[in-house]
């Protein structure tokens, strides 16, 4: 089956510092997306950034990047000169090409000032 | 962005009450689904839809329906509403271009 891990319920970073949130999937796919979703208390859900599979590049969003390792099935977040706004539920997301999109149970990031 | 909106954002109703969850978007998009959020668990697949009158199960599909009789709306039927299904309910489209989805704003249901 495939899944999508995210193995730290809760982190905190100080304001200004760098940060990295951890996700692992597992499947047989070749071709697929991965996501990042950021959720803050107002219960949105917003897109961060998108990686297509195929791509060896890695995404970058601003202060946003990821790290998406293929061959290891990684693929984590780093927020860079973090703000107060960031603090909020981020979730891992994983969709074959032609099929559902599979989250991960997410990670709650505090921003400490 | 697609124009997606959930009626209502927030409802409190009783055990065994049917309940129904609308979804409604403005850029006909095919896909839709319907998820449900709860603490632990993330985001988990109810229903979806790939079209009119076409639908299919998510991970967790017992207890609801769904009907989807017009392309923009998207409907969730609790037929008998339980404690267990208190929860916080996602629509959601997919984006043909970018390849993720977009969501409502969400509805907070709870079952008394």
């Known amino acids: 089956a495939q899944t999508v891990t995210q193995s730290q319920p809760e982190m905190s970073v100080q304001e200004a510092e760098t940060v990295t949130l951890s996700c692992t999937y597992d499947?047989?796919?070749?071709?697929?997306?991965l996501f990042w979703y950021k959720q803050p208390p107002s219960r949105q859900m917003i897109l961060v950034i998108r990686q297509e599979a195929y791509k060896q590049q890695n995404a970058t969003e601003n202060r946003f990047s990821v790290n998406f390792q293929k061959a290891a099935k990684s693929f984590s977040l780093k927020i860079s000169d973090s703000q107060l706004g960031d603090a909020a539920m981020y979730f891992c997301?994983?969709?074959?090409?032609?099929?559902?999109?599979?989250f991960g149970k997410g990670t709650r990031l505090h921003i400490l000032p | 962005d697609a124009g997606i909106t959930q009626s209502p954002r927030h409802k409190v109703t009783e055990t065994g009450t049917p309940v129904t969850l609308r979804c409604h978007q403005t850029?006909?998009?095919?896909?839709m689904y319907w998820y449900r959020q709860d603490p632990g668990h993330g985001l988990r697949l109810i229903h979806y839809?790939?079209?009119?009158?076409?639908?299919d199960k998510g991970e967790v599909s017992d207890g609801y329906s769904v009907s989807r009789s017009k392309t923009e709306d998207f409907l969730l039927t609790l037929e008998s509403a339980t404690s267990s299904q208190t929860s916080v309910y996602f629509c959601?489209?997919?984006?043909?271009?970018?390849?993720?989805?977009?969501f409502g704003s969400g509805t907070r249901l709870t079952v008394v």
């Open positions: 850029e006909n998009h095919r896909y």
């Open positions: 499947t047989s796919e070749s071709d697929y997306y």
């Open positions: 839809s790939y079209g009119v009158k076409d639908t």
């Open positions: 959601a489209i997919r984006d043909s271009l970018q390849g993720g989805y977009t």
């Open positions: 997301a994983y969709r074959p090409r032609d099929d559902k999109i599979i």
